[in-house]
């Protein structure tokens, strides 16, 4: 009968030391998940102020390569209307060298 009385305390014991290993297990899980979403929030709030650091450069670089096509297509203008025969040769010879290596390509191919 002693024997058993020692038994039932063991698994008493035993019982009690894993409701106490579980208990801590889901201590640790949420003190985990606590510490997962501060780590996601801070690298959500992270990647929300890069993109808009991105899209405030992107920006300003649309804006600059705007400014510079209009002065660039403006200068083209204002140089074919007072070189129009430059121009024409220009554009012709252009258009040789496209033909020209279109036909090189199709020999080759």
């Known amino acids: 009968m002693a024997n058993t009385s020692l038994r039932k305390a063991s698994l008493q014991s035993m019982e009690a030391e894993i ?3 579980l208990k801590s297990l889901e ?3 949420e003190d985990a998940s606590g510490e997962s979403l501060k780590t ?3 690298l959500k709030t992270n990647a929300e102020n890069a993109l808009r650091h991105s899209r405030h450069l992107l920006n300003d670089v649309y804006e600059d390569v705007k400014v510079k096509t209009r002065e660039t297509g403006i200068a083209t203008r204002d140089y074919a209307q007072q070189h129009p025969w430059t121009t024409a040769g ?7 060298l496209l033909a020209a290596y279109l036909l090189f390509n199709r020999s080759n191919s």
């Open 27 to 29: 201590s640790l899980k």
């Open 40 to 42: 996601l929030k801070s």
């Open 19 to 21: 409701e106490s290993l």
């Open 90 to 96: 220009v554009a012709v010879g252009a258009i040789g």
